[in-house]
């Protein structure tokens, strides 16, 4: 237990300095000037101009230096104060509960919408014939072969435009985060199915499984007693991984769908260059992905013996 | 049971944050059917139904008493409108075109849709024979969304934290405002200035409570005194604004307006057509015929004085002689933009503003015949002729450019494309880059500006005066002219700013527009039309071209 949680405390510490230099760099290298981009974000396109743009030099001190700006970021830090958008001049940390809300409940929402369709899908790959199989790959691969927000347009045009059952886009009822967590669980779900199938055809074929039923366990109980934990392994191991897939994939969602959320909110701090939320959600995001890998971590740890048995 | 929808309003509230309708809308609906479910799965299994209907029966009842204390927002009772623009501020600096659009702000002076300036806070304004102080005699029976009266000091109050701020009124020669009475207010000016009223109405110098503001001028609560208050502010997406009892003028019929910001121009479309959205606003052109197939949508195009328009660098070397930017005027092909890209017939022009603003309009301007041969002559006369690549060469250089445009407007990149292809016939290369939009400004002061294509608003001041003294006056502007001066322009637009005679001020703005037209130091290709899909369920619908107001309180639902 501890030769997992300390490595990863480590590793949190370490994202949080990294993250946020490397954030600072990427902005301070990219071309153009940051003032005019504030002050385009805050006016507006009709009325940015470089009186604007030297206002916000101004108000915002843009001209000190990048070792000045960054330390004192880094103090700030240090005590917990993530600053305040230069666009809207709200508290980061604000800024970040609104959206974070809005993409972890997304994500979760599709995370168990994913592993509703990946699970049956990938058993019955791995139980049934070749043909079930191919059929399930094809599914999967065209899925996977759509751009994410093309999925989420299919959606729209069944379940909103010819049906009318649900919302296009928006939040703020239970209702909207339908389409959108569809949209993605079945992006995700194209990937793990094949997970599910390989791990099950693993324990489906390994002789311990085929020890259960020669002694005289019915098909069921097998797959209960022996089948599912190793079948789960793997799994949730894949999760850690898809989470990036996920992040990738929330950003053209949140767009599509009109959904507030961390990923939409990023890309746009970035347009924007308001730096200390684009600090504050690379931040967040590198905590939340550090956090949910050693939960990954210790749910393997408490799936699998052999690994409890090393530590 | 009012505690289980409660527990449920507020679990889900944590992570929605204010966001979600409370309980007397979708929550009961959403639990009801919850519950009836559970109920036929009861009594399948056998067990006793009485507290289920026990159950439903008082969680409707708990609903209907809140729902009748204090109504909702629910399709039924609003209006839902999807544009494009985000807003991430309360200050009306900053983002108070989307509060005066909902009716929530209001200023001293309106535009109809002319732009002749007509009363809104103010119901009189007289102007000092020497024309350096301006008074405004305010409404009665005003009042701010909270209750309090609307009064002279309110007004000073506003209109100098906008003064502080970046806008309009920052520019204005102003000296001095203050209060005269109760209910008058006087502006005084260091030189005259014609534009003030203009500039009045413009959205930045919107008057709110002065408790809105907080020490150092920033907005901190919004109250206004529009027909619609702020219900929900969740920025950057969504705003909810209610009816207002006490508004002064016609008090709006449709209880909720709200606005979602739709950032793909799809997604916008099939809420259109879903009906998710009574009214979208920027309908990409694309998606118009497919619209006006459905019968309960209608598409409006409303002319406004904006315009997509090339700006030029005229001291870049291959641009500093007038004949090859008149060439390259030439070369564009703009009947075949309006209709085929814009799919606006009729929106071609070669003039910054239309024909509605008479007095920056040329009636006489015609288009050459064979415009492109006549622009291979003008480039050949300036020594430029082809190679063998089919590219314009002259002492071994080519005809070479870049234009820079913005995302916010999708159609600018493909007019921009269609541009390249245009002047690529007669042997002008051009590099198109995407950028954002404050890359003009920036590429104008640092001299890296080349070409720009850019859809400039003349509209953004409802006096065309306010943009084209900006953009054409001696230092020439971000926006307009750049290393292009000419001194009767500068003095016609001097002028322009204290002159009251309508028939002076004619002719001044006719030279302006003429000299502009001559010179090209920019190329205007089309005006800008507004496409919007309005659903059936919306009766009085009608749009402001200078883009202040939504006009929702001359909206109302019509049954179907």
Redesign the interface.
């Known amino acids: 237990m501890k030769k997992i949680f300390f490595p990863r405390l480590f590793q949190l510490l370490s994202v949080i300095w990294g993250v946020g230099t490397l954030t600072f760099i990427l902005m301070r290298a990219l071309p153009?000037?940051m003032a005019?981009?504030i002050?385009?974000?805050?006016?507006?396109?009709?009325?940015?101009?470089?009186?604007?743009?030297d206002?916000v030099r101004q108000e915002l001190n843009l001209d000190q230096g990048a070792f000045v700006a960054y330390f004192s970021w880094l103090k700030e830090l240090l005590q917990g104060n993530l600053g305040s958008?230069l666009?809207?001049?709200?508290p980061v940390w604000q800024i970040l509960?609104?959206m974070l809300?809005?993409s972890?409940?997304l994500a979760s929402v599709s995370l168990l919408l994913s592993f509703f369709i990946a699970i049956p899908l990938g058993l019955l790959g791995a139980a049934f014939g070749k043909k079930v199989d191919q059929g399930i790959v094809v599914f999967s691969t065209t899925i996977r072969a759509m751009p994410v927000?093309v999925v989420g347009?299919i959606f729209?045009?069944v379940f909103?435009?010819h049906w009318?059952w649900l919302?296009?886009?928006?939040?703020?009822?239970?209702?909207h985060i339908v389409l959108p967590a569809l949209s993605l669980a079945f992006t995700l779900a194209a990937i793990s199915n094949r997970v599910v199938r390989n791990a099950a055809i693993k324990a489906f074929h390994a002789p311990f499984y085929r020890f259960a039923q020669i002694k005289g366990l019915s098909s069921g109980r097998t797959f209960l007693r022996h089948g599912t934990r190793h079948i789960a392994l793997p799994v949730v191991a894949f999760l850690g991984i898809q989470l990036v897939g996920m992040i990738e994939g929330i950003v053209m969602i949140e767009?599509?769908?009109?959904w507030?959320g961390i990923g939409?909110?990023l890309a746009?701090a970035i347009?924007a260059r308001d730096i200390p939320v684009i600090q504050g959600a690379a931040l967040l995001m590198g905590i939340l992905f550090v956090v949910l890998n050693t939960l990954v971590d210790l749910v393997c740890y408490r799936l699998d013996p052999r690994a409890r048995g090393k530590a | 049971m009012h505690i289980l929808v409660m527990i449920y309003h507020n679990v889900?509230k944590?992570?929605?944050?204010d966001?979600?309708?409370a309980p007397g809308d979708?929550i009961p609906i959403?639990i009801v059917r919850m519950i009836n479910n559970a109920k036929f799965s009861a009594s399948f299994f056998g067990r006793p139904t009485r507290f289920f209907l026990l159950l439903n029966l008082l969680i409707t009842m708990t609903a209907s008493a809140v729902a009748a204390d204090n109504p909702k927002p629910t399709s039924q009772n609003t209006l839902s409108i999807?544009g494009p623009?985000?807003f991430?501020?309360l200050d009306p600096?900053?983002?108070g075109?989307i509060y005066t659009r909902m009716q929530v702000l209001e200023t001293l002076l309106g535009v109809d849709n002319q732009g002749h300036l007509i009363p809104e806070l103010a119901t009189q304004w007289q102007v000092s024979d020497d024309g350096l102080a301006w008074r405004f005699k305010l409404r009665k029976g005003v009042v701010f969304h909270g209750g309090q009266p609307l009064d002279a000091n309110a007004v000073v109050k506003s209109l100098s934290i906008a003064m502080g701020k970046?806008?309009t009124l920052a520019k204005a020669p102003i000296s001095n405002i203050h209060a005269l009475s109760e209910d008058e207010v006087e502006i005084q000016l260091t030189r005259p200035y014609t534009l003030l009223g203009a500039v009045l109405a413009n959205y930045?110098n919107s008057i709110l409570l002065p408790d809105s503001y907080g020490k150092k001028g920033?907005v901190l609560a919004m109250s206004g005194t529009g027909p619609y208050e702020l219900f929900q502010y969740?920025?950057?997406?969504?705003l909810v604004v209610k009816q207002f009892a006490g508004y002064w003028g016609k008090k709006a019929s449709i209880p909720f307006a709200s606005y979602?910001?739709?950032?793909?121009a799809?997604?916008r479309v099939?809420?259109a057509?879903?009906?998710?959205?009574d009214i979208v606003f920027g309908v990409d052109p694309a998606s118009i015929p497919m619209l006006q197939r459905f019968p309960n949508v209608s598409v409006f195009d409303d002319a406004l004085p904006r315009t997509i328009v090339l700006k030029l660098n005229s001291g870049y070397p291959s641009l500093n002689d007038v004949r090859a930017r008149q060439a390259l005027s030439l070369a564009i092909n703009r009947r075949g933009i309006a209709n085929a890209v814009l799919r606006s017939p009729g929106s071609q022009t070669e003039q910054l503003l239309p024909a509605s603003f008479a007095d920056w309009h040329l009636p006489n301007v015609k288009v050459p015949e064979q415009p492109v041969v006549k622009a291979q002559k003008l480039l050949a006369s300036l020594g430029w002729h082809l190679n063998q690549d089919g590219v314009l060469e002259r002492d071994g250089k080519p005809f070479e450019l870049t234009l820079i445009t913005?995302a916010?407007?999708p159609e600018l990149i493909t007019v921009a494309t269609a541009i390249q292809a245009q002047w690529a016939k007669i042997g002008v290369k051009l590099k198109v880059n995407m950028?954002?939009?404050?890359?003009i400004?920036?590429g104008?002061?640092d001299g890296s500006l080349q070409v720009a294509l850019m859809a400039r608003?003349y509209g953004?001041v409802p006096d065309p005066l306010g943009v084209m003294l900006?953009d054409y006056g001696r230092t020439g502007?971000?926006?307009g002219a750049m290393n292009w001066n000419d001194e009767s322009v500068d003095r016609d637009l001097a002028t322009l700013q204290s002159v009251t005679d309508k028939k002076v001020r004619h002719q001044l703005a006719q030279h302006v527009a003429q000299v502009i037209y001559q010179d090209r130091p920019v190329i205007p290709v089309t005006f800008y039309k507004q496409h919007t899909a309005v659903n059936s369920r919306v009766k009085g619908f009608h749009f402001d071209p200078f883009e202040r107001t939504f006009y929702l309180n001359d909206m109302v639902f019509v049954a179907r």
């Open positions: 153009g000037d005019y981009r002050a385009a974000s805050r006016y507006g396109q009709d009325n940015v101009s470089s009186d604007a743009a206002l958008s666009v809207s001049d709200e509960q609104h809300g809005h972890l409940m927000f347009l729209i045009l909103s435009i009318n919302p296009v886009a928006g939040f703020g009822s239970p209702e767009s599509l769908f009109s507030p939409h909110g746009h347009f | 889900f944590i992570l929605l944050k966001s979600l309708p979708v959403f999807s623009f985000e991430t501020s600096s900053k983002n075109y970046h806008g930045a920033n969740a920025p950057p997406h969504k979602l910001t739709g950032h793909r799809e997604s099939l809420q057509r879903s009906g998710q959205a913005y916010d407007r950028s954002n939009s404050s890359a400004p920036a104008h002061q608003n953004f900006s502007s971000d926006w």
